[in-house]
């Protein structure tokens, strides 16, 4: 990963679109853990890197005690709302490789669409600083499949047009993530799994999805109209009854950091 990014304030100002058109994640991980990884509703999760809330909502509504750690006051602000329908759930400045969690404090440490902008060597002691003796690292991503479809392949060349930095560094959506968390379970190793899940999406979810990414030209970028006005001819190529159909691979790593 290009270190020169600010990878704490390149998501200022899209906070509010990454937490209401973000995909969040299916119950398959769930049910995932509960089998393979030994969780349970009682399990205390500790969310890096949370941003808007939408991993740590997951374990929410499965029970869990949850305890985010975000650095960026804009989308900690947005995980802060969820406290209204999760009262015990905290929210804290912070960052993967300085949490200002307590010592042994979590069952699983999680991570939703954020390890990549980790320092895996720094991070490393800090997760298992966090962790319980037994504790578990969880890494999670929604991919969006950039084919499959004409849809699909015709989002990913209007990303690559008019994407700031989209080609040079994004890669996300085609980073070899067994590659990315290799080192950071070193030879402890890590367990893997994947589900498919789509998202049928209206004209503004789809351009909300969009410019909730990191690499979408906001307002007042020369690229930013223009892409907009690309989009709108695209879902009027392709949509069907109103809505177009996005498609995602949630890919799970879990294991123990090695020492």
């Given at each position: 990963?290009?270190?020169?990014?600010?990878?704490?304030?390149?998501?200022?100002?899209?906070?509010?679109?990454?937490?209401?058109?973000?995909p969040g994640y299916?119950?398959?991980?769930?049910?995932?853990?509960?089998?393979?990884?030994?969780?349970?509703?009682?399990?205390t999760v500790a969310?890096?890197?949370?941003?808007?809330?939408?991993?740590?909502?997951?374990?929410?509504?499965?029970?869990?005690?949850?305890?985010?750690?975000?650095?960026?006051?804009?989308?900690?602000?947005?995980?802060?709302?969820?406290?209204?329908?999760?009262?015990?759930?905290?929210?804290?400045?912070?960052?993967?490789?300085?949490?200002?969690?307590?010592?042994?404090?979590?069952?699983?440490?999680?991570?939703?669409?954020?390890?990549?902008?980790?320092?895996?060597?720094?991070?490393?002691?800090?997760?298992?600083?966090?962790?319980?003796?037994?504790?578990?690292?969880?890494?999670?991503?929604?991919?969006?499949?950039?084919?499959?479809?004409?849809?699909?392949?015709?989002?990913?060349?209007?990303?690559?047009?008019?994407?700031?930095?989209?080609?040079?560094?994004?890669?996300?959506?085609?980073?070899?993530?067994?590659?990315?968390?290799?080192?950071?379970?070193?030879?402890?190793?890590?367990?893997?799994?994947?589900?498919?899940?789509?998202?049928?999406?209206?004209?503004?979810?789809?351009?909300?999805?969009?410019?909730?990414?990191?690499?979408?030209?906001?307002?007042?970028?020369?690229?930013?109209?223009?892409?907009?006005?690309?989009?709108?001819?695209?879902?009027?190529?392709?949509?069907?009854?109103?809505?177009?159909?996005?498609?995602?691979?949630?890919?799970?790593?879990?294991?123990?950091?090695?020492?």
């Amino acid at each position: 990963m290009n270190t020169t990014l600010d990878s704490t304030s390149r998501f200022s100002g899209r906070a509010g679109v990454y937490a209401r058109y973000r995909p969040g994640y299916p119950d398959k991980i769930i049910d995932l853990l509960r089998a393979e990884a030994g969780w349970s509703e009682e399990a205390t999760v500790a969310d890096i890197g949370a941003g808007t809330g939408l991993s740590s909502e997951l374990f929410l509504r499965h029970g869990n005690r949850v305890w985010a750690v975000e650095p960026n006051a804009e989308m900690r602000a947005e995980a802060e709302a969820l406290r209204e329908s999760y009262p015990g759930f905290l929210v804290g400045a912070g960052t993967a490789e300085a949490t200002t969690l307590p010592d042994a404090f979590a069952d699983f440490a999680v991570s939703g669409q954020a390890f990549h902008w980790f320092d895996a060597n720094a991070c490393r002691p800090e997760f298992l600083r966090i962790l319980k003796p037994q504790g578990l690292v969880v890494l999670m991503w929604n991919k969006r499949l950039t084919d499959g479809s004409a849809f699909l392949a015709a989002y990913e060349e209007l990303l690559e047009q008019f994407g700031t930095d989209y080609k040079e560094h994004w890669g996300s959506e085609r980073r070899d993530l067994a590659a990315l968390v290799t080192p950071f379970f070193g030879e402890s190793g890590f367990r893997t799994a994947s589900f498919g899940h789509q998202r049928h999406l209206d004209l503004v979810e789809l351009t909300g999805g969009m410019l909730s990414a990191s690499y979408a030209p906001l307002p007042g970028h020369p690229n930013h109209d223009p892409m907009i006005a690309a989009l709108g001819e695209l879902f009027s190529r392709f949509a069907h009854d109103g809505r177009v159909t996005i498609e995602y691979q949630s890919t799970v790593y879990w294991g123990r950091p090695a020492l």
